[in-house]
Nanobody, 122 residues
Framework: QVQLVESGGGLVQAGGSLRLSCAASGRSFSAYIMGWFRQAPGKDREFVARISRSGSSTYYSDSVKGRFTISRDNAKLTVYLQMNTLKPDDTAVYYC???????????????WGQGTQVTVSS
């Protein structure tokens, strides 16, 4: 099993940047696909980004491609989401997720953090 704790959310003006972190505990962090999802008020949770076990492969939703970067440090058991050029539409609770299977954006992910709020003001 793996436990996930997000941090780094907050209030930022449009055009600004934030970096989210997700610290994992448990065994074999490098065996997990890691991802970020978000849920805005009144909307379904949506996929944001995914990173392979080694970190060599990444995938993004069209809405964040070119603005967000997912990365991981397996030695520190941490995955990051660098968010640049933020827009008010990026306002949501951001969740870190993990799974030991080869999951994609439409699959069920087995492990979730508690979420961190990101608010982008116009």
């Amino acid at each position: 099993q793996v436990q996930l704790v997000e941090s780094g959310g907050g209030l930022v003006q449009a055009g600004g940047s934030l970096r989210l972190s997700c610290a994992a505990s448990g065994r074999s962090f490098s065996a997990y696909i890691m991802g970020w999802f978000r849920q805005a008020p009144g909307k379904d949770r949506e996929f944001v980004a995914r990173i392979s076990r080694s970190g060599s492969s990444t995938y993004y939703s069209d809405s964040v491609k070119g603005r967000f970067t997912i990365s991981r440090d397996n030695a520190k058991l941490t995955v990051y989401l660098q968010m640049n050029t933020l827009k008010p539409d990026d306002t949501a609770v951001y969740y870190c997720a993990a799974d030991s299977r080869n999951v994609g954006e439409y699959d069920y992910w087995g492990y979730w953090g508690q979420g961190t709020q990101v608010t982008v003001s116009s």
